[in-house]
């Protein structure tokens, strides 16, 4: 059964910093790419990062330079290092692991920018 459980979610202070993580189980994670995305209240899921299985990585120009995607093979998990927050980056953010035709998400957790 493939899982992919993210965590590292809450409220933090606009221009403060959280990093997410996505631990993955029941696939062979190296082979995968691994993506973040989002999804405000009211609003479309949206692309934020991915890393290809070869580590190269694609941002959203949104968080370009604020985020940072990482993997780690040995622990099956990729990461999401968000930092210099901002009320806009308020989302539920999905982990993603692809292999074509094969496709899974993560239950979300949600990250919450306000003073």
């Known amino acids: 059964q493939v899982q992919l459980v993210e965590s590292g979610g809450g409220l933090v202070q606009p221009g403060g910093s959280l990093r997410l993580s996505c631990a993955a189980s029941?696939?062979?994670?190296?082979?995968?790419?691994m993506a973040w995305y989002r999804q405000a209240p009211g609003k479309q899921r949206e692309f934020v990062a991915s890393i290809s299985s070869g580590g190269i990585t694609n941002y959203a120009d949104s968080v370009k330079g604020r985020f940072t995607i990482s993997r780690d093979n040995a622990k099956n998990t990729v990461y999401l290092q968000t930092n210099s927050l901002k009320p806009e980056d308020t989302s539920v953010y999905y982990c993603n692991a692809n292999y074509h035709p094969l496709n899974y998400w993560g239950q979300g957790t949600q990250v919450t920018v306000s003073s």
């Open positions: 029941g696939i062979t994670f190296s082979l995968y790419a």
